[in-house]
Nanobody, 122 residues
Framework: QVQLVESGGGLVQAGASLRLSCAAS??????MGWFRQAPGKEREFVAG????????EYLNSVKGRCIISRDKNKNTVYLQANSLKPEDTAVYYC?????????????????WGQGTQVTVSS
């Protein structure tokens, strides 16, 4: 079983940037994804990256503002989030899938981190 530990969340003003990190235990590589959940809303897909790192996918509303990447040597996935908006406020979760690519549906992911809070003030 893989352990996922997120970090990098915080309270920022609109227009600021954050870099979220997700460190996976062990040496196995997984397809990875970032999801978020705001109060009273369902968990939604933000970005995903394949095991190789060659394929990426983004939620339409974050395209051009977020970049997902991975460092295979560190077994860590990052989400660089720029030009943050108040509507980006949510708990951000990292997820891992036993597959080449997990896609945007959370049911395809096997492991989840505890989440990191991102709050964007206007």
């Amino acid at each position: 079983q893989v352990q996922l530990v997120e970090s990098g969340g915080g309270l920022v003003q609109a227009g600021a940037s954050l870099r979220l990190s997700c460190a996976a235990s062990g040496r196995s590589l997984y397809a990875m994804g970032w999801f978020r959940q705001a109060p009273g809303k369902e968990r939604e897909f933000v970005a995903g990256i394949s095991r190789s790192g060659l394929e990426v996918e983004y939620l339409n509303s974050v395209k051009g503002r977020c970049i997902i990447s991975r460092d295979k040597n560190k077994n860590t996935v990052y989400l660089q989030a720029n030009s943050l908006k108040p509507e980006d406020t949510a708990v951000y979760y990292c997820a891992a899938a036993n597959a080449y690519y997990g896609g945007s549906n959370p049911i395809h992911y096997d492991y989840w981190g505890q989440g990191t809070q991102v709050t964007v003030s206007s």
